[in-house]
């Protein structure tokens, strides 16, 4: 028979406990917090993982086993994290009222914002800058562009759903560049930035449906748009922290 657990004075019971101490979520929260420290030193590297485990007491082992692939997980769970803070303002605020463009834009604001140390992004820029590492940084972009796209209520499942994220993706990645020299007052000259790659992007979109409302020119394009209707976007659940109030909502221009 298993042995029965020792009690303590108060009655509590000895044995595996539970909490933000054996949390793994926990656990890596304090160790990026504890890398952050690091990360304008040794950016997001092996060293960096091996001194925020020492700071924070955790095991090397674990710290490891949390982050694999050490400086860039940390980096992945950064930017992650950076999307949280997005969703969470994007929950709390009633953005309905405003135009699509003025919508996004403000989404790419508030994520821009979210950012709580910016030589933490310049040695991310410079990671996943290296070939290796690239692929991670185009995944962690077009993250940021889905979550924003489904905070609009972005009902689309063909083609435009790679298309708008694609876009949004290289608007919202331009812009991070562009703030990570800008010492204007407010940033301001980051904003006006967005607002002119935004409106790049709608001058694009409104060139395709001229295109297809042509006489002359939407015979060319019945083989590409038949070919486009073919594409499916992922079939995928929403994350549960962006906002639903948008949902449904005519996508103004």
Do not use: C
Not at 65 to 78: E, I, W
């Amino acid at each position: 028979m298993p042995e029965p657990k020792s009690q303590t004075p108060d009655g509590a019971q000895n044995g595996p406990q539970s909490g933000p101490e054996s949390d793994p979520n926990a656990i890596k929260d304090r160790l990026l917090d504890a890398a952050l420290v690091h990360v304008p030193f040794d950016g997001w590297s092996e060293a960096t993982l091996r001194a925020a485990a020492t700071d924070t007491g955790v095991d090397q082992a674990l710290a490891r086993a949390l982050f694999p692939r050490a400086g860039v997980d940390l980096a992945m769970a950064y930017h992650r994290r950076g999307d949280a803070i997005l969703a969470a303002r994007l929950a709390a605020e009633e953005l309905g009222h405003l135009r699509i463009r003025d919508r996004i834009a403000t989404a790419i604001r508030y994520r821009i914002e979210a950012i709580e140390d910016r030589e933490a992004v310049r040695r991310g820029a410079t990671l996943f800058a290296l070939p290796q590492h690239a692929a991670d940084g185009a995944r962690a972009v077009w993250g940021t562009a889905d979550r924003i796209w489904t905070a609009m209520g972005d009902t689309s499942n063909d083609l435009n759903w790679y298309t708008k994220r694609t876009l949004l993706a290289g608007v919202y990645g331009s812009s991070v560049l562009f703030w990570l020299g800008d010492d204007s007052a407010g940033h301001q000259a980051t904003w006006n930035f967005v607002d002119r790659r935004i409106e790049d992007v709608m001058r694009f979109e409104k060139l395709k449906a001229s295109v297809n409302r042509s006489p002359l020119l939407r015979p060319l394009m019945i083989g590409p748009n038949w070919l486009a209707r073919q594409v499916r976007a992922p079939k995928r659940t929403p994350p549960a922290d962006l906002p639903g109030v948008w949902n449904g909502q005519p996508q103004e221009q």
